[in-house]
C-alpha cells in the first residue's frame, strides 16, 4: 500500500482528526482496507446505521469518488482517507477500537517487485490488526484467487492473537449480503469466490505502540 504521505499533509492531518473524533464515541467500527470503488463500504453504511464504517485507500480517486456518494446518500456512519492503512491504524486507532476488519478482493501482486511493498495482507499488517481489533472482533478476506486465500490463511493460523479455526459462517453479522463490485462480476461471469472469517482472541494482550 502506498499513500501514506496524504496522512502528514494539512488535509491529510485534518481528516486524521476528525477519524479520531469519530473513533472517541463508543458506537461500533468496520474498518475497510482498500476499499476500491466503495461498493461494499457504501452498501454496508446503509445496510447496518448503528455502524461506524471507515474505509483507508491509496487512490486518491476512488477516495473523492466515494466521498462525493457518501455525500450524496446523506449517510453519517461512513467516513473515507486516503493513505496506508497501517500507518493509520498504528498512530490514531485505539487498541482493541475496531470490531471489525474487511479485506475485500485484494490485488495479490504476484511480481516480486511489488510483493514486499505492495501486497496487502502480510503478517506485519496481522501484528497492526491484532492491536487494533478487539477481543472477539472479526476478520474478513474475500477473494477469487485460491492461492492468495491459502497463503493468506497460513499467515493467520501462525499469528497468536487470531483464532485458527478458519470458518465462511458469518450469520449473523452486519455485513452478510453485502457485495462488492468485484464479486458481483465473478458471480456474473461464473468466477468463482471464498471466503474467510477469523476472530481476535481474547487471552492474547498485544502492547500498545
Not at 481528516?15 to 470503488?37: Q, S, T
Not at 490514531?92 to 511493498?117: G, T
Amino acid at each position: 500500500m502506498g499513500g501514506s504521505d496524504d496522512l502528514f499533509s494539512e488535509r491529510g492531518r485534518s481528516r486524521r482528526e476528525r477519524l479520531r473524533e469519530l473513533l472517541r464515541g463508543d458506537r461500533p467500527v468496520g474498518l475497510e482496507i482498500g476499499f476500491g470503488h466503495g461498493h461494499f463500504l457504501v452498501g454496508l453504511a446503509e445496510a447496518a446505521p448503528a455502524l461506524t464504517v471507515v474505509g483507508v485507500e491509496y487512490q486518491g480517486t476512488w477516495v473523492a469518488r466515494v466521498a462525493k456518494r457518501i455525500a450524496q446518500r446523506g449517510l453519517d456512519n461512513a467516513y473515507v482517507l486516503k493513505g496506508d492503512a497501517r500507518v493509520l491504524l498504528t498512530l490514531d486507532v485505539p487498541p482493541a477500537r475496531l470490531d471489525h476488519v474487511f479485506i475485500l478482493f485484494p490485488d495479490p501482486w504476484w511480481k516480486a517487485r511489488h510483493h514486499r511493498r505492495r501486497r496487502m495482507f502480510t503478517p506485519e499488517l496481522l501484528d497492526v490488526l491484532a492491536r487494533a481489533l478487539r477481543p472477539g472482533g472479526t476478520l474478513l478476506l474475500r477473494t477469487d484467487v485460491p492461492a492468495y486465500l491459502a497463503s493468506s490463511s497460513r499467515f493467520v493460523a501462525a499469528h497468536p492473537a487470531f483464532d485458527s479455526a478458519e470458518s465462511a459462517d458469518d450469520s449473523g453479522e452486519p455485513w452478510v449480503g453485502v457485495t462488492t463490485r468485484r464479486e458481483k462480476k465473478c458471480a456474473n461471469e461464473g468466477v468463482p469466490t471464498d471466503q474467510r472469517l477469523w476472530r481476535r482472541r481474547a487471552s492474547i494482550e498485544v502492547s500498545p505502540t
